[in-house]
């Protein structure tokens, strides 16, 4: 944990340690990163940016002005012109908490977000027992406030016959209202045609939709049963959870939010098809419909079921290589509006079950940043373009109060990344509870060196602060 020596202010103190070397009782009073190269808004300058009481105070293009002081008590950070970003925000996660602890947990996977630069996230509510009561999503909350190193949400699930529960979602608190209309567990399959319509008409969140048509992946399952047995190939997993089942739900969805005028977002978006349902021609602020794209959509595809198999079995599942050079072109014109991880742990044993038991997700929220960082290393998208999707955009769709940009008066949310610093993924450096991932043996360039939530540094040169946790999130309604 890093201290400053309140009024021994030695020069060790000016640097950043972990562990200080000497006897500390005091934390900072905030910290000065500069040197640094600020990726934001769309721009990118050499600069310096001030953090007191867990916000941004000034950012500095260039030098800071001549008669700059450094406050008391404020570390001062050379980052050694690394970049400095505002810290990702991935609306879209799996932590297991509470009842599926064994795979994973909020304390271990917000710790593995961190390490990743993601300072904020929302989690999903099919966990055990589902989230399907505000009773049961404050329990989360609290247990979250305790755990969690990162800021946090949590969606409300919807069911087919909880709409007074929805009703009453306040949506300043909450991040929105998942609902499952296909590919669901437990009692969380929202099926009915007019639950369906009470939720797009009533809901007071944004509807946030896992969208596979059931009845078409019954259909492509009973036939590869019948060619197969048990021995179905998970090849094709994205034969039985086809494009066609992705764009007929999604369609529906897309419908039903027309019709009720619902603000509707399309998670993991994995097809071209579906690229048809979305629209650029408006700024985000403005649209009602919006579109996610998974990390994992974009580096792999179906030629990569050959050598990691069930690693990569997620629903909805990897597609073709036409599907996944589609998806980027939709980030890069911006039909797609958010990067998100879908991150969903599940232990090493039970992805090697056969095909129709092995349970599809997989971890990704560690190595999430640092993969878009090597396609922009590649020229496919540039670093700006990266920033808007991982870190703007998350907060303009859901209207994050105060987050996801560089700015003054802000959350201090913010990341620095080295990019040359070469590494290889590795059961050594997983953070993740499960202990795999389907990025073993990948080299990424660039590596995350520092996090910062609400002005604390929580991950520092591979090190954790423990005493820090992160906020609830409220949102601008």
Known sequence: MEKSHGEDKTPECKVILNI??????RMPEGYFIHNALIVNEGKRFSGSVLIQDGRFQEIFAGLPPTDFVLPPGVISVDAHNRYLFPGVIDAHVHFRE????HKAD?????????AGGITSYFEMPNTVPNATTLDILEEKFEIARNKSLANFSFFLGATNDNIAEIEKADPARICGLKVFMGASTGNMLVDDVQALEQIFSRSPLIIAVHTEEESIIRHNLENYLGKFGAQIPVS?????RSEEACFTSSGKAVELARKFNARLHLTHVSTARELDLLRNDIPLKDKKITGEVTVHHLWFDDRDYSDLGSRIKWNPAIKTAHDREALLQG????RLDLIATDHAPHLHHEKEHPYTSCPSGGPMIQHALVAMLGFQQLGKISVEKIIEKMCHAPAVRYRIQNRGFIR???FADCILVDPDDPWTVSKDNILYKCGWSPM???TFKSRVTHTWVNGGLVFNEGKFNENMKGFRLTFDY
């Open 408 to 410: 003054q008066g802000y």
């Open 106 to 114: 909020i304390n271990t996977e917000s710790r593995a977000a961190v």
């Open 20 to 25: 200080c070397p000497k006897h500390c009782y």
């Open 440 to 442: 073993e043996g990948v």
């Open 98 to 101: 509470p009842g599926l602890t």
């Open 236 to 240: 094709a997993h994205p034969l039985i």
């Open 331 to 334: 980030v890069l014109d911006d």
